[in-house]
């Protein structure tokens, strides 16, 4: 049976929800089911002979349970050798927090995370060094500057933030979680944003024209007054139902038109 109050736990404290600046390697994920993107961080001693997971955290976009499973699964690996990681089954991650049968699908995501984690760290195929690219370094650039024209911001976190009224046409904002922050006004005329997720985002009144929206999540998004003249989508491209309407001034790109509420998992 579920535990609640654990539940409630897990997602108030955030446990190990953080980036990791010195991880050995990042890794993203993402759930074609719900659409939903994370992002695993891990330290490893390679050192060791088992090159031992010193540390583990995460971030993502999805709801309480795929916090919560992320969450157990972090947990669980630390300090196991990197093969330990590798293994790692849901009931491993039951074994810290039961989950719902209807939910059940949330463990599983996450197992696939950490091994897609483990095999980017054999691989070298995580997320570069140099596209590891801080919330820290885009307010200083911004302070700087005093906007972020045409910066390279690829996979950036920037959840919550508030970017009202600030220029970022042509930036490369690509994969970015951007989730619940505000861009009221802000100028992303020419953005890349193929498969940021901006979901419940401020954008009112913000210009999205000519930037490229494929595999973009905008479900829940504030979009009074935003201009989308000339944007890019596919079959990718999530709004809310009321908002579909948006494509007609769209320009379409890729595979067939996706104007109905696909299936998710829940």
């Known amino acids: 049976m579920m535990d609640f109050e654990k539940y409630k736990e897990i997602n108030d404290q955030r446990l190990n929800y953080r980036e990791m600046e010195d991880a ?36 993502t976009t999805g709801c309480g349970f795929g916090l919560a499973a992320l969450a157990m699964a972090t947990e669980w690996v630390k300090g196991k050798p990197l093969a ?79 970017f009202s009224g600030v220029d970022l046409s042509g930036a490369n904002l690509q994969n970015a979680f951007l989730q619940n922050a505000s861009f009221e006004g802000a100028n992303l005329r020419g953005a890349r944003l193929r498969g940021a997720f901006l979901n419940n985002c401020n954008l009112k009144n913000a210009d999205l024209r000519e930037s490229d929206l494929r595999w973009a999540k905008l479900t829940g998004a504030k979009i009074e007054g935003a201009q989308f003249q000339d944007a890019i989508y596919d079959i990718g491209t999530k709004l809310d139902p009321r908002q579909t309407q948006l494509f007609k001034i769209m320009k379409r790109e890729g595979r067939d038109l996706y104007t109905e509420k696909q299936p998710e998992r829940v």
């Open 84 to 162: 330990r990681a590798e293994s790692i089954t849901s009931a491993d991650i039951e074994e810290l927090f039961e989950f719902p049968e209807r939910r059940k699908n949330y463990p599983d995501s996450a197992v696939e995370a950490m091994q897609k984690a483990v095999a980017d760290y054999r691989n070298g195929t995580g997320v570069k060094p140099e596209d590891r690219i801080t919330r820290a370094y885009a307010l200083e650039k911004l302070k700087e500057q005093g906007h972020l024209r045409g910066e390279k911001l690829t996979q950036i976190i920037l959840e919550g933030e508030d």
């Open 24 to 59: 050995t390697v990042v890794s993203s994920y993402r759930n074609v089911g719900c659409g939903d993107g994370y992002r695993l961080y891990l330290k490893i001693d390679e050192q060791s002979p088992d090159q031992t997971i010193l540390d583990a955290s995460y971030t």
